[in-house]
């Protein structure tokens, strides 16, 4: 929904702002010109709970020393965010991008980095406030069986319908293949599913959307991380399988290079042998191409045209870096 | 600087702004600031800001923000208590008298506040511990003071016909008498003197809502006078008569009933409060001679027939009510 300046208005006096100017960045996010500084307005359709949730652990970390992140403002009533009839809002300083973050040279080792600081931070919290869930090992077992049976089931139609879906006909091309990795993640998964049965696993505080697009190089190179909207307690190792799945194919599934990433987070926050083992398991699955599945099963037939070339391509590049892949999660497993 | 002024500053001094000034104005106390004017809410019963607070910060939860609410200071706190009283701090805006007078603002302003009455009072509904601080009173209907109204009526009608004049008046008063009659019977009926009933504003003036383009916002009703419900829905449709005759009135009634249904108990009262000729009584109370005045006490009878107007209103309006009492 578009905001319009009276809205905006209206939010603002909420901060004892007064508005100047207002610039919609990209959906429901703004740039507002304010008579005491700019900021970032954003509409957000999370729950309450996660949204005080997320506040109070911005809040917190900062006060630790993590100047990485960027609380949300909060009014003069004392609310971190405004729910409103159209929809919650929050407001935060705006952080001028200077450059983009992969433009600074090891700019891996240096997310890592930080994402290890607020993971080693908020350990030592007192306070756990309650937002999403973790995601439990059935349920990652679950989604996994599920993106199996998804692909499957595509090569069964491309069969069927004699090759009008060029995707699916590559798909159908591969999927014993893709079958021979997965399967062997699932069951690595299940072996350390149960020996970690009665071990607990440590929770910190998870970003879920390690991202470069949510990292910003501000002024004299100060680096944040943004977007910690669907931020949950969870094992370290979700931010950093989600980290590696992105970009650790960029560079062939280096190993050489993963270690060293892995080593810079370690500077912050080491990880227990569990930790490492888990970290292997869920690596060894071919995220990437179950991905990119899915996104071509929920698009409707009649939209599919436009990004068929492009999904293609993905699987091809991903399929192409299986060993390397499985390589790497092995070696990551010892240190 | 005098001892309330250094008072009010070292409270303030928790409120994560600068304060420049603090003075005393017409209207009370404010605070200069570098986020601006500020209102110094002050009250000797910390119960009563407690009450005041709870049904603004409802309409906030009920997706109403724009209401004058207290801000918060350093430690999170909507107000300071210390022996003398409670300290807080508002942004406020001005009554604004000027929207009632504006053709296109007005039926949406009675709708507005129609809503707003409604959710404060639902508010309040499920309550159990009741106001009992000094700010609270008995309100206009009670047991005694419906007799007093017989024993007044009684002796007036006496005068009168001794005088063996003012015959217009004497056959007005008979029917004063019905209604004292009639009010007295919804009193009862609506249970009022078992003070249980809960409490809102004896009097809420139409300027508490502000128009600040296009939003509504509710102003002051700080330091309320508390009387049983309802006196403050028949001061807002007095009102509201008086500017936009009936037409206001259902307006403000549909928009109120759309949030709440009226219980039996409180519908009897309402109509009991509407019933009672209190402009009448008033006009006549503290006359030495009838024959003086004759102009208030028919300006008296002129309110009391706009009143029988809302009570048809409000006696036809028959989704105001969680039963079809009759």
Redesign the interface.
């Known amino acids: 929904m578009e905001l319009v300046e009276?809205q905006a208005k209206?939010l603002l006096?909420?901060y004892?702002l007064r508005l100047y100017g207002i610039d919609e960045t990209e959906k429901n996010r703004w740039r507002v010109e304010t008579d005491n500084g700019i900021f970032l307005l954003e509409k957000t359709d999370e729950h309450p709970t996660q949204l005080y949730f997320v506040a109070s652990w911005l809040h917190y970390l900062y006060s630790q020393g993590i100047k990485s992140v960027v609380p949300f403002c909060v009014t003069?009533?004392?609310e971190p965010y405004?729910?409103?009839?159209y929809g919650m809002y929050v407001l935060q300083p705006w952080i001028e991008e200077t450059e983009a973050i992969w433009r600074v040279p090891e700019w891996e080792t240096r997310v890592l980095r930080e994402v290890g600081r607020i993971h080693q931070v908020s350990i030592r919290a007192q306070v756990r406030w309650q937002g999403y869930a973790p995601v439990s090992l059935e349920q990652i077992r679950q989604r996994w069986e599920s993106s199996i049976a998804q692909i499957v089931l595509i090569a069964e139609m491309a069969g069927q319908h004699h090759g009008t879906e060029v995707f699916g006909k590559m798909v159908k091309k591969n999927v014993e293949q893709f079958l021979h990795f997965a399967q062997y993640a699932v069951r690595e998964l299940t072996d350390a599913t149960a020996r970690l049965e009665r071990r607990p696993l440590m929770r910190v505080l998870c970003h879920g959307r390690i991202h470069r697009r949510n990292m910003i190089i501000g002024a004299g190179g100060a680096f944040y991380i943004t977007r910690f909207e669907r931020a949950n307690l969870d094992t370290p190792v979700r931010d950093l399988a989600i980290f590696f799945r992105r970009y650790a194919p960029r560079c062939g599934w280096s190993i050489r290079r993963g270690r060293k990433w892995l080593a810079a987070y370690e500077e912050e926050n080491p990880l227990t042998e569990e930790e490492r083992l888990l970290l292997s398991c869920y690596l060894l699955f071919p995220e990437r191409l179950a991905h990119v599945a899915r996104t071509y099963w929920n698009t409707a037939g009649e939209d599919r045209g436009q990004s068929v070339q492009q999904w293609m391509q993905t699987w091809q590049k991903h399929l192409q870096l299986l060993s390397e892949m499985h390589q790497f999660a092995l070696a990551i497993k010892q240190k | 600087m005098n001892l309330q002024e250094e008072r009010l500053r070292n409270h303030l001094d928790g409120y994560p702004?600068t304060i420049r000034e603090v003075r005393h104005e017409e209207n009370g106390w404010y605070a200069l600031t570098d986020?601006?004017k500020k209102r110094i809410i002050y009250c000797q019963d910390e119960n009563l800001i407690r009450w005041s607070h709870s049904w603004r910060e409802y309409l906030?939860n009920q997706?109403f923000?724009?209401v004058e609410?207290?801000?918060?200071n350093g430690q999170?706190e909507?107000w300071i208590s210390d022996l003398a009283g409670s300290y807080a701090l508002s942004?406020y805006w001005e009554q604004d008298y000027d929207w009632s007078k504006r053709n296109e603002l007005q039926m949406k302003g009675y709708q507005t506040f129609g809503e707003l009455l409604a959710h404060i009072h639902l508010c309040f509904d499920n309550v159990e511990e009741v106001y009992r601080g000094r700010y609270r009173k008995k309100g206009t209907l009670n047991e005694t003071r419906l007799k007093s109204s017989y024993r007044y009526l009684h002796a007036i009608i006496k005068e009168i016909e001794s005088r063996q004049s003012d015959n217009w008046l004497l056959y007005n008063l008979s029917r004063v008498a019905e209604r004292v009659r009639k009010a007295e019977a919804l009193y009862e009926a609506s249970g009022g003197e078992n003070d249980r009933t809960p409490l809102s504003f004896a009097h809420m003036p139409l300027s508490s809502l502000v128009y600040?383009?296009?939003?509504w916002y509710i102003t002051g009703l700080h330091n309320p006078v508390l009387v049983p419900r309802h006196e403050d829905t028949v001061t807002l449709l007095e009102q509201i008569y008086e500017i936009s005759d009936t037409e206001g009135v259902n307006q403000f009634l549909s928009a109120y009933a759309s949030v709440r249904r009226i219980p039996v108990p409180e519908k009897n009262y309402l109509l009991a409060l509407l019933c009672y000729p209190l402009p009448v009584l008033s006009g006549l109370e503290g006359l030495p001679q009838l024959s003086e005045e004759r102009e208030r006490i028919i300006a008296g009878f002129h309110l009391q027939g706009q009143r029988e107007k809302i009570l048809r209103c409000v006696t036809e309006m028959r989704v105001l009510y969680e039963e079809d009492s009759g």
């Open positions: 009276w209206h006096h909420d004892d003069k009533y004392g405004i729910a409103t009839r | 702004f986020r601006g906030v997706g923000r724009h609410r207290y801000l918060v999170g909507h942004d600040w383009e296009p939003c």
